[in-house]
Nanobody, 122 residues
Protein backbone atom coordinates (compact mmCIF):
# COMPACT_ATOMS: atom_id res chain seq x y z
CA UNK A 1 0.00 0.00 0.00
CA UNK A 2 1.04 3.57 -0.71
CA UNK A 3 -0.22 6.63 1.13
CA UNK A 4 0.15 10.05 -0.49
CA UNK A 5 0.05 13.24 1.58
CA UNK A 6 -0.26 16.55 -0.25
CA UNK A 7 0.58 20.09 0.78
CA UNK A 8 1.34 23.47 -0.76
CA UNK A 9 -1.97 24.69 -2.11
CA UNK A 10 -3.27 28.17 -1.59
CA UNK A 11 -4.31 31.47 -3.11
CA UNK A 12 -2.12 33.24 -5.64
CA UNK A 13 -2.55 36.16 -8.02
CA UNK A 14 -2.54 35.63 -11.76
CA UNK A 15 1.01 35.36 -13.02
CA UNK A 16 2.26 33.95 -9.75
CA UNK A 17 3.68 30.57 -8.81
CA UNK A 18 3.06 27.76 -6.35
CA UNK A 19 4.76 24.47 -5.59
CA UNK A 20 2.73 21.46 -4.50
CA UNK A 21 4.26 18.56 -2.60
CA UNK A 22 3.25 14.92 -2.58
CA UNK A 23 4.97 12.77 0.05
CA UNK A 24 4.65 9.01 -0.25
CA UNK A 25 4.79 6.49 2.57
CA UNK A 26 4.26 2.76 2.82
CA UNK A 27 6.76 1.79 0.15
CA UNK A 28 9.28 3.27 -2.22
CA UNK A 29 8.06 4.84 -5.43
CA UNK A 30 10.81 3.15 -7.42
CA UNK A 31 9.27 1.63 -10.56
CA UNK A 32 6.15 3.76 -10.15
CA UNK A 33 4.73 6.65 -12.13
CA UNK A 34 3.61 9.78 -10.28
CA UNK A 35 0.74 11.57 -11.98
CA UNK A 36 -0.82 14.95 -11.30
CA UNK A 37 -4.47 15.71 -12.00
CA UNK A 38 -6.81 18.61 -11.34
CA UNK A 39 -10.56 18.97 -11.06
CA UNK A 40 -12.58 22.17 -11.11
CA UNK A 41 -16.24 22.28 -10.03
CA UNK A 42 -18.46 20.72 -12.66
CA UNK A 43 -15.51 19.39 -14.65
CA UNK A 44 -14.01 15.96 -15.10
CA UNK A 45 -10.72 15.12 -13.48
CA UNK A 46 -8.08 16.37 -15.90
CA UNK A 47 -4.60 15.02 -16.51
CA UNK A 48 -1.89 17.60 -15.80
CA UNK A 49 1.37 15.69 -16.05
CA UNK A 50 3.37 12.69 -14.90
CA UNK A 51 6.92 11.69 -14.03
CA UNK A 52 8.58 8.30 -14.16
CA UNK A 53 10.20 7.74 -10.79
CA UNK A 54 13.19 5.84 -12.09
CA UNK A 55 14.21 7.97 -15.05
CA UNK A 56 12.57 11.33 -14.31
CA UNK A 57 10.96 11.52 -17.74
CA UNK A 58 8.01 13.91 -17.73
CA UNK A 59 4.89 14.30 -19.84
CA UNK A 60 2.51 17.26 -19.65
CA UNK A 61 -0.91 18.16 -20.92
CA UNK A 62 -0.90 20.80 -23.63
CA UNK A 63 -2.85 23.15 -21.37
CA UNK A 64 0.07 23.44 -18.93
CA UNK A 65 3.07 22.62 -21.10
CA UNK A 66 5.75 25.26 -20.73
CA UNK A 67 4.25 26.60 -17.49
CA UNK A 68 4.29 23.63 -15.10
CA UNK A 69 7.18 21.33 -14.22
CA UNK A 70 7.51 18.19 -12.10
CA UNK A 71 10.43 17.09 -9.97
CA UNK A 72 11.09 14.39 -7.40
CA UNK A 73 13.37 13.87 -4.42
CA UNK A 74 13.99 10.16 -4.05
CA UNK A 75 15.59 10.53 -0.62
CA UNK A 76 12.39 12.13 0.67
CA UNK A 77 10.08 9.93 -1.43
CA UNK A 78 8.40 13.16 -2.48
CA UNK A 79 7.29 14.62 -5.80
CA UNK A 80 6.68 18.27 -6.57
CA UNK A 81 4.47 20.05 -9.05
CA UNK A 82 5.74 23.54 -9.85
CA UNK A 83 2.95 25.77 -11.15
CA UNK A 84 4.20 28.91 -12.88
CA UNK A 85 2.53 31.73 -14.81
CA UNK A 86 -0.74 30.79 -13.19
CA UNK A 87 -4.04 31.87 -14.70
CA UNK A 88 -7.55 31.89 -13.23
CA UNK A 89 -8.42 28.91 -15.45
CA UNK A 90 -5.89 26.89 -13.43
CA UNK A 91 -8.09 27.14 -10.33
CA UNK A 92 -8.92 23.60 -9.23
CA UNK A 93 -8.30 20.91 -6.67
CA UNK A 94 -4.98 19.29 -7.55
CA UNK A 95 -4.35 15.61 -6.89
CA UNK A 96 -1.23 13.50 -7.01
CA UNK A 97 -1.50 9.82 -7.81
CA UNK A 98 0.82 6.83 -8.07
CA UNK A 99 0.54 3.90 -10.43
CA UNK A 100 2.54 1.04 -11.83
CA UNK A 101 1.90 1.76 -15.51
CA UNK A 102 2.12 4.76 -17.79
CA UNK A 103 -1.15 6.58 -18.25
CA UNK A 104 -2.99 9.86 -18.66
CA UNK A 105 -6.34 8.79 -17.23
CA UNK A 106 -7.39 8.46 -13.58
CA UNK A 107 -8.00 4.75 -14.13
CA UNK A 108 -4.28 4.22 -14.65
CA UNK A 109 -3.48 5.26 -11.08
CA UNK A 110 -4.20 3.21 -7.99
CA UNK A 111 -3.12 5.44 -5.10
CA UNK A 112 -4.32 9.02 -4.63
CA UNK A 113 -3.52 11.98 -2.45
CA UNK A 114 -6.24 13.87 -0.64
CA UNK A 115 -6.13 16.84 -3.00
CA UNK A 116 -5.23 20.45 -2.34
CA UNK A 117 -7.00 23.61 -3.49
CA UNK A 118 -5.23 26.04 -5.80
CA UNK A 119 -7.07 29.31 -6.37
CA UNK A 120 -5.79 31.90 -8.83
CA UNK A 121 -7.25 35.38 -8.58
CA UNK A 122 -7.49 37.73 -11.54
Amino acid sequence: QVQLAQSGGGLVEAGGSLTLSCAASGRTLRDYVMGWFRQAPGNEREFVGRIGWNNGYTVFANSVKGRFTISRDAAKNTAYLHLNSLEPVDTAVYYCAAGAILGTTPQAYRYWGQGTQVTVSS
